[in-house]
């Protein structure tokens, strides 16, 4: 089983930044995919950024040239590096692990408020 631990949301006015962390635990030899998705409030949970094992990255057009994702497979934490914040980025951002080829794992989420 993979565990997964967020950390680095809070309150940020427009035009500010933030770094979210997110770091695994347990069966880390079998996680091939992570990425970060966001859940607004009365909205559906929403693809933000994912990157491969191999750091090959994709992205949501809505963040595109604002967030990036990154990784480092030593420590076992993606990060996602978040510039121009937008009041439109509020939301609750969960980190997501892809581990034995199809389980998935979701960390407990980090709010993350932009301010306008």
Request: proline share 2%; hydrophobic share 30%.
């Amino acid at each position: 089983q993979v565990q997964l631990v967020e950390s680095g949301g809070g309150l940020v006015q427009a035009g500010g930044s933030l770094r979210l962390s997110c770091t695994a635990s347990g069966s880390i030899f079998s996680i091939s995919d992570m990425g970060w998705y966001r859940q607004a409030p009365g909205k559906q949970r929403e693809l933000v950024a994912t990157i491969t094992r191999g750091h090959s990255t994709n992205y949501a057009g809505s963040v595109k040239g604002r967030f990036t994702i990154s990784r480092d497979n030593a420590l076992n934490t993606v990060y996602l590096q978040m510039s121009s914040l937008k009041p439109e980025d509020t939301a609750v951002y969960y980190c997501n692990a892809i581990s034995g080829g199809y389980i998935t794992t979701w960390g407990q989420g980090t709010q993350v408020t932009v301010s306008s």
